[in-house]
């Protein structure tokens, strides 16, 4: 009994002595798991994650990271200049991604974050660039010439995406200004420049046309006119004619714009005398005269043979009125016969007309009007032969002579008329010339005329019967009725 009781209280002695012990190994636990510092463990954990990772290969974190791409399609962009353009710019996934602009390696944004001042005026010189709002799209505003180009969005990521549009510019066609060499005041025989600077986008094209003086006309210029080059046209050699109204013509496909400037070529004066050759004799008095056209003339002169003439002679009397002069000249001897000549000059050059006062016969005005030909004679010395020459217009044979009756009273002034017919010339096409002599000599041939003469119908004459000893013959009417008659007797 006693020993029963005994093993029971030692039993009891062991389990509180086990029970002490533990409770004491949980205190310093505790107090152990206080004194951890948790960023540590944290930090040992990850290291030993990242290393356990590596050692892995590194296939857990592809998994989990995903790669933003850019759904957005290059994009052409043409642009009204002083307009606004957006630059789409989409990516997805779209949270936490940060996109970068760029042109010609140039920065214009990276995420929301602006580029410098520095930047800018390298960009544009101007603040017109911006992200908008709320996306990663570029805002262009005012564009520019200088803003036109390539233009990259990109990705900031390990393996980064990216795409690029272009910007072109449109400008409606103007004309900055229209100009001609020397101010378009030319010389004859001098080229001409015509410039028309321009701009516009697309780059405009460039008609030229000539309006004449009035500007009345519309004459397209062509490469028989011209040399053209991008925006000029070289007229070579130009002419008096050419003078006028000018025109630049350009257009793009979003406008259309002209300007016009004048022209003057400036000449040499033109001299025009109302007669080349003029008849007189000794001490009748003779009138040479000449015009001046187009310019204005600085001098008229007039010379003899080369030599200048005096109006301080008895024998010349020069009387000049604005642009027309005439030489008046009283013949003494044989002598004071020649060629006259007129000349005008201006700042521009001369130019000069002959007239030759002679003795001879002169011939003008022959002309014809069917086989009646018609002239006109000046001479004050007696005439004393007409001939006029004909040949065939194709040109073969000689010449034939016909001799033309001389006038009955004489003058100084003769209006011929003739007529071919008198001439029983054959019928046929003609070339015809006439020249005439005086007591002095013959004169020059005219000019030549051609002379169509038809073939006249001929008069066919009755036939009529001999009647042997009769002496006379009878007409077939006469015969013709009697017998009628008989055969109606019988």
């Known amino acids: 009994m006693e020993l029963r009781r005994l093993s029971i209280c030692i039993a009891f002695f062991v389990f509180a002595c086990v029970s002490q012990c533990s409770e004491a190994r949980h205190s310093m636990y505790s107090r152990e798991v206080e004194d951890i510092n948790y960023d540590d463990v944290l930090a040992d954990e990850a290291s030993d994650d990242e290393a356990q990772n590596d050692a892995d290969g590194g296939n857990d974190a592809d998994e989990d990271v995903e790669d933003a791409v850019i759904v957005t399609q290059a994009t052409n962009y043409s642009v009204i200049i002083g307009k606004t353009v957006r630059l789409e710019c989409k990516v997805e996934p779209a949270d936490g991604v940060v996109v970068q602009w760029t042109r010609n390696n140039a920065k214009f944004f990276i995420g929301t974050m602006k580029p410098t001042e520095q930047d800018l005026e390298t960009i544009s010189g101007q603040k017109r660039f911006f992200i908008a709002a709320n996306s990663t799209d570029l805002l262009i505003k005012d564009i520019q010439f200088e803003d036109s180009g390539f233009y990259k969005c990109e990705i900031l990521q390990a393996n980064p995406p990216s795409i690029q549009h272009h910007i072109a510019i449109l400008e409606s066609a103007k004309i900055i200004r229209f100009y001609a060499s020397d101010n378009g005041v030319v010389r004859e025989g001098k080229d001409l420049l015509l410039t028309c600077e321009v701009s516009g986008s697309p780059p405009p094209q460039i008609l030229w046309s000539w309006g004449g ?248 004459r009755p036939a009529s019967v001999y009647l042997p000893g009769s002496g006379h013959s009878i007409r077939p009417t006469y015969i013709i009725f009697p017998l009628i008659y008989l055969l109606v007797r019988l």
Not at 265 to 291: F, G
Not at 379 to 402: C, F
Not at 430 to 448: G, I, Q
């Open 213 to 460: 003086i009035d500007g009345n006309q519309n004459q397209r210029l062509s490469e028989k006119d011209g040399e053209f080059t991008a925006n000029s046209v070289l007229l070579r050699d130009v002419k008096h004619e050419s003078s006028g109204k000018y025109y630049c013509y350009v257009f793009n496909n979003l406008a259309h714009a002209q300007a016009e400037l004048t022209v003057n070529v400036l000449r040499k004066p033109r001299v025009h005398v109302h007669r080349t050759v003029i008849n007189s004799d000794i001490n009748v008095e003779a009138v040479l005269q000449c015009s001046i056209h187009d310019e204005l003339a600085s001098h008229i002169r007039w010379y003899k043979d080369g030599r200048p003439v005096s109006d301080s002679s008895s024998q010349y009397i020069i009387s000049t009125e604005a642009q027309h002069s005439n030489l008046t000249v009283v013949p003494t001897s044989d002598q004071d016969f020649g060629t006259f000549t007129c000349e005008a000059e201006n700042q521009n050059g001369k130019h000069n007309r002959s007239i030759e006062l002679v003795q001879s016969p002169v011939v003008e005005s022959f002309s014809n009007d069917g086989p009646k030909l018609t002239w006109t004679i000046h001479s004050h010395q007696p005439l004393e032969e007409i001939e006029l020459q004909l040949r065939d217009l194709n040109g073969e044979g000689e010449w034939r002579t016909v001799s033309v009756p001389l006038p009955d009273r004489r003058h100084h002034e003769y209006e011929m008329i003739y007529s071919l017919e008198d001439a029983e010339i054959d019928a046929g096409k003609y070339e015809a010339t006439l020249k005439v002599k005086n007591n002095k000599s013959w004169s020059e041939h005219s000019n030549p005329t051609i002379v169509d003469i038809e073939a006249q119908a001929q008069y066919i």
